[in-house]
């Protein structure tokens, strides 16, 4: 059976599925993108670096929730 072009292949290491994990909860929650306002970039809008920076520590979260040991009997 042929594999379907738009499957995706599982990911290989914890670091491709904290990447997984902090895209999924960046684009779901808009995480580091600052308040919204009523379709306007005033103050409450945050600039590329701090967006840029929000992101890397949503990454490193992941990447430590991810790489935690499970526990027993869950």
Do not use: H, Q, W
């Not at 499957?7 to 902090?22: C, F, G, I, Q, R």
């Not at 895209?23 to 995480?31: N, P």
């Amino acid at each position: 059976m042929p594999e379907d072009s738009s499957e995706k292949t599982p990911p290989k290491n914890t670091d491709e599925v904290a990447l997984e994990l902090m895209k999924f909860i960046a684009v779901t929650t808009g995480y580091g993108r600052g308040t919204p306002s009523a379709g306007f970039g005033g103050k409450g809008s945050r600039s590329s670096e701090e967006y840029a920076d929000a992101l890397l520590e949503l990454f490193e979260r992941c990447r430590g929730t991810v790489s935690k040991p499970s526990k027993p009997g869950k």
